[in-house]
């Protein structure tokens, strides 16, 4: 799918861009791979990284609040990849215009550079936050997804396609608890804080990520929002899988942190499908219609929630303890 064609990654210099790269560059032969971000440090390294893979990598400066920048970028682009955000909640609290400014005003600009140049394909990563949000992070990222599922309605039956997909923290990103417990545990300390007892999360890889987008690429007919099925853990079963009898202070729950991560809503079930392997939730408008939906799925039962909290799939201390040592293996290899 990706052989001989072109990627931009907004972005690109983050968790996602690193990975999505490692496995374009092991399975695909892909004609370029356009790493676009503000940052020429992560940059530098990022191409020194993959300095063997120099004829098939290019390195863009730019920011998505920068409209003529992408322009220019997205010229005979196949596909686009939007990773590029504003994700701290503080900071976006702190900072609500510069949230907007990425979030939302950078969205717009990539689907009009894509809309300008002809992309073929679009797919925007999205949040669990962006579902009933309780922050701005959460709020722009609400109507970045709204953006671009409208965005398909002005490209035409053959214009460029836009999809988003969902899902939360990836395991060991930077902004997953994985890291944070782990530095205490590098320092020496031995209890690790819980904000509250009840709190679960939804499990996904770093590759589960890659190939949920990859799956938009090749399904995705325009509008569709893909979210995975995967296992749910507990906060302080994670703890205890990472420090084995650490103690647990529970600290109280942080300003605009959830209980539970919700992937499909009550009232998104109405328009949603379940297949063997994930979720889609399709547009609601006058200009979509039910032809477009994807063969291979049921439709979803009335008021069904994907919710980490009332999951079917669990992950106990020991699985998650191998899910850990599997991904540092992989990260050592």
């Known amino acids: 799918m990706?052989?001989?064609?072109?990627?931009?990654?907004?972005?690109?210099?983050?968790?996602?861009?690193?990975?999505f790269t490692d496995y374009a560059l092991k399975h695909y032969k892909p004609k370029k791979i356009i790493i676009y971000s503000r940052d020429e440090f992560k940059q530098f390294h990022m191409n020194n990284r993959y300095r063997e893979h120099a004829d098939a990598l290019?390195?863009?400066?730019?920011?998505?609040?920068?409209?003529?920048?992408?322009?220019?970028?997205?010229?005979?682009?196949?596909?686009?990849?939007?990773?590029?955000?504003?994700?701290?909640?503080?900071?976006?609290?702190?900072?609500?215009?510069?949230?907007?400014?990425?979030?939302?005003?950078?969205?717009?600009?990539?689907?009009?550079?894509?809309?300008?140049?002809?992309?073929?394909?679009?797919?925007?990563?999205?949040?669990?936050?962006?579902?009933?949000?309780?922050?701005?992070?959460g709020g722009t990222k609400l109507v970045s997804d709204k953006l671009f599922t409208a965005a398909n309605a002005y490209s035409g039956k053959d214009g460029t396609c836009f999809a988003v997909i969902r899902y939360g923290n990836v395991a060991g990103s930077r902004g997953s608890v994985i890291p944070f417990f782990q530095n205490i545990i590098d320092h020496g300390g031995n209890e690790l804080p819980i904000?509250?007892?009840?709190?679960?999360?939804?499990?996904?890889?770093?590759?589960?990520?890659?190939?949920?987008?990859l799956k938009a690429l090749g399904e995705a007919r325009g509008g569709e929002t893909f979210i995975s099925k995967i296992p749910s853990f507990k906060i302080t079963d994670l703890a205890q899988a990472m420090l084995p009898g650490c103690r647990m202070p529970e600290v109280g729950i942080r300003e605009g942190e959830k209980l539970h991560e919700i992937m499909v809503t009550r009232e998104d079930s109405l328009h949603t499908y379940e297949y063997d392997r994930h979720y889609i939730v399709y547009p609601h408008y006058d200009w979509w219609g039910m032809k477009d939906i994807i063969p291979g799925g049921k439709p979803a039962e009335p008021e069904f929630e994907y919710s980490s909290g009332t999951n079917t799939q669990w992950l106990d201390v020991e699985a998650i303890r191998k899910l850990l040592k599997t991904d540092l293996d992989r990260h050592e290899s």
């Open 2 to 19: 990706l052989n001989n064609k072109t990627i931009l990654i907004t972005g690109g210099t983050g968790s996602f861009g690193h990975h």
């Open 58 to 137: 290019r390195f863009f400066i730019g920011d998505v609040r920068d409209g003529s920048r992408l322009a220019r970028a997205m010229a005979d682009v196949d596909y686009v990849i939007h990773a590029a955000a504003l994700k701290q909640v503080p900071a976006c609290e702190y900072n609500p215009n510069e949230a907007i400014k990425t979030n939302v005003n950078g969205a717009m600009n990539v689907i009009n550079a894509a809309l300008d140049a002809g992309v073929k394909k679009v797919v925007a990563l999205s949040t669990d936050k962006a579902v009933n949000p309780i922050n701005l992070y």
């Open 195 to 213: 904000t509250d007892y009840r709190m679960t999360r939804f499990w996904i890889s770093l590759e589960e990520g890659v190939k949920l987008v």
